[in-house]
């Protein structure tokens, strides 16, 4: 059974930083790019960011390139999410999530965590 | 970005009957579009991928279809637990973008 689980979500002045964490299991971890999305009533669903399986590769969305930087450790099945320069617009549930299709970057996401809130405050 | 505009926004039917539910995208996305369904409190399930095909284990009620800038997710005949929150996602370009959801609730 895939299983995905983030951690490291909480408040943060505004100007802070965050890393969040995502554990993976039950999949071939390497084989899949990994995604990480944010969610806000206002704004909906943003795709922030994704990495390759091999970790070679990365993408991030405008609202976050220069800010967040993506990266895994196929050791240890994770991926993380360094955010710097935090501020209120950055405040959401943020998922990471499985690529669809094995070797694939970015197509369809077919497993999410659970989610992690991120709230931007003083 | 390419920008994905579903509707209607908020879509009130009865279980058995059919949905259908629209995107449309502000420049041609070719078949490269998927369908998520989101229910509250959970988070978003893939049902279609590439515009017409069925992510595992989704029912076959569910069907897309569509190719360009327009396109289409029926569900042909609505059970209870379809009522949700339905996204529409787009891979032609990065970055992906998301539809800003139809919300399906029961009448």
């Known amino acids: 059974e895939v299983q995905l689980l983030e951690s490291g979500g909480g408040l943060v002045q505004p100007g802070g930083s965050l890393r969040l964490s995502c554990a993976a299991s039950?999949?071939?971890?390497?084989?899949?790019?990994m995604t990480w999305v944010r969610q806000t009533p206002g704004k909906g669903l943003e795709w922030l960011s994704t990495?390759?399986?091999?970790?070679?590769?990365?993408y991030y969305a405008d609202s976050v390139k220069g800010r967040f930087t993506i990266s895994r450790d196929n050791s240890k099945n994770t991926v993380h999410l360094q955010m710097t320069s935090l501020g209120a617009d950055d405040t959401a549930v943020y998922y990471c999530a499985k690529e669809h299709l094995r070797y694939f970057d970015w197509t369809a996401l077919d497993y999410w965590g659970q989610g992690t809130l991120v709230t931007v405050s003083s | 970005d390419i920008v994905l505009t579903q509707s209607p926004a908020t879509l009130s039917l009865s279980p058995g009957e059919r949905a259908t539910l629209s995107c449309r995208a502000s420049q041609s996305v070719g078949s490269f579009l998927a369908w998520y369904q989101q229910k509250p409190g959970q988070t978003p399930r893939l049902l279609i991928y590439d515009a017409s095909n069925r992510a595992t284990g989704i029912p076959a009620r569910f069907s897309g279809s569509g190719s360009g800038t327009d396109f289409t997710l029926t569900i042909s005949s609505l059970e209870p637990e379809d009522f949700a929150v339905y996204y529409c996602?787009?891979?032609?370009?990065?970055?992906?973008?998301f539809g800003q959801g139809t919300r399906l609730e029961i009448k």
């Open positions: 990495i390759s399986g091999s970790g070679r590769d990365t």
């Open positions: 039950g999949f071939t971890f390497l084989g899949y790019a």
């Open positions: 996602q787009q891979r032609s370009n990065w970055p992906p973008t």
